[in-house]
């Protein structure tokens, strides 16, 4: 279903176990926030489903039963405003892609877990794969290859260009910092092509 309430077969990683992959794969260049500055960001829950490329509905409930929980902010009751780090971002909008090719929210419930026990820099370099119905993970061409030769039908999701994506788009977006509580305002692009035709003109 839409909301992720399918249930499935066990997740078993590229090589059978979920441990430091080996880094044969070329590396992604990524400019994603970083350091200690990037821990006091957050982004409430419409900026996170804007970014993400999902509704509401599948964030409350993600968050609700345990899937993708706001790293930043949970919302310990109905007046606490949840917030989302950068990472959780870009797990829910995987989580999104999994879903919408029929992967099982039991499969995709591992995968989550494996996303969050590996570190920043992990993450742009691997890809999952999956043949909706189990998710590997593939850290090297010739892993991707022999996935491939298994004959089935796979589909691939290279998390650095997944992480780009959300970096493009919370860049458009407001965040919220959250040591003072103040809104960060990021520049609209409309904008600043308005000012700059009122400077022409």
Sequence with gaps: MGDGTAVGSP????GGAVEQAPRHA???EVTAPRGPEADLIGYRGPTACAA??????QLDYWARTGLVEPSVR?????GT???????DVVVLKIVKRLLDTGVSLQNIR??????????MADLPRMTLMSDGATVYECTSP??????LQGGQGVFGIAVGVVWRDVESALSQLHGERVDTGETLIRPNPSDELARRRNRVG
Excluded: W
């Design 74 to 78: 949970p919302a310990h009751s109905s």
């Design 81 to 87: 405003q949840r917030l989302y780090s950068f990472r």
């Design 26 to 28: 070329t590396p992604v």
């Design 11 to 14: 997740y078993p990683l590229f």
């Design 110 to 119: 591992t995968a989550v877990q494996h996303l969050r026990s590996r570190g």
């Design 142 to 147: 010739d892993e991707v290859v022999d996935l």
């Design 52 to 57: 993400a490329g999902i509704t509401y509905r």
